[in-house]
T-cell receptor, first 115, second 112 residues
Framework: DAGVIQSPRHEVTEMGQEVTLRCKPI?????LFWYRQTMMRGLELLIY????????DSGMPEDRFSAKMPNASFSTLKIQPSEPRDSAVYFC?????????????FGDGTRLSIL | AQSVTQLGSHVSVSEGALVLLRCNYS??????LFWYVQYPNQGLQLLLK??????LVKGINGFEAEFKKSETSFHLTKPSAHMSDAAEYFC??????????FGTGTRLLVSP
């Protein structure tokens, strides 16, 4: 079975550019999560969706960050404009059922470098 | 609100030695507990999950964890470490409709 698919795997861009990260969750899963991982701050939850609706975006660091889930099989995380401090690995994860009782399935992440 | 504490950001063992990674949780209601492993350049993979069916949970790759309510612990163990076990390990706690809370991770180093 296909797992969570993220693209691109690596992104290098210059400060000020728009960055779009993409995620395809596991088919049938009703929760989707975006995380950011850095050495300094560890794993941070940015936002999560339930049935394509954003539920909690309290982890989104600034208005430069936005996320959408237009349908059950696709989500994007956008950064505009990007800054060097946004450099991190961004993970997408999905799960099915009662959120706190079920494991999340992670993609392999997008390694983002902002120059 | 629930929380999880992983003692030791790094743990070093020799190949063949016992692996013990510590996780303590805080929760006002019966928790669900998870251990994940992250290999370099990969996402987190589920090792095992505690759901109250049994206090000793067996996972993949020979790992197991024991839920101890009196100690609010869910430590991860493996009898004999292998070089391929070198990775970062995360403990997570969840309850009902609350989002999972992840620990800060423990990096396991295995020496020959």
């Amino acid at each position: 079975d296909a797992g969570v698919i993220q693209s691109p795997r690596h992104e290098v861009t210059e400060m000020g550019q728009e960055v779009t990260l993409r995620c395809k969750p596991i088919s049938g899963h009703d929760y989707l999560f975006w995380y950011r991982q850095t050495m300094m701050r560890g794993l941070e939850l940015l936002i999560y969706f339930n049935n394509n609706v954003p539920i909690d975006d309290s982890g989104m660091p600034e208005d430069r960050f936005s996320a959408k889930m237009p349908n059950a099989s696709f989500s994007t995380l956008k950064i505009q404009p990007s800054e060097p401090r946004d450099s991190a690995v961004y993970f997408c994860a999905s799960s099915f059922g009662v959120m706190g009782n079920q494991p999340q399935h992670f993609g392999d992440g997008t390694r983002l470098s902002i120059l | 609100a629930q929380s999880v504490t992983q003692l030791g950001s790094h743990v070093s063992v020799s190949e063949g030695a016992l692996v013990l990674l510590r996780c303590n949780y805080s929760s006002s209601v019966p928790p669900y507990l998870f251990w994940y492993v992250q290999y370099p350049n990969q996402g987190l993979q589920l090792l095992l999950k505690y759901t109250s069916a049994a206090t000793l949970v067996k996972g993949i790759n020979g790992f197991e964890a024991e839920f101890k309510k009196s100690e609010t612990s869910f430590h991860l163990t493996k009898p004999s470490a292998h070089m391929s076990d070198a990775a970062e390990y995360f403990c997570a706690v969840g309850t009902g409709f609350q989002k999972l809370v992840f620990g800060t991770g423990t990096r396991l180093l295995v020496s020959p």
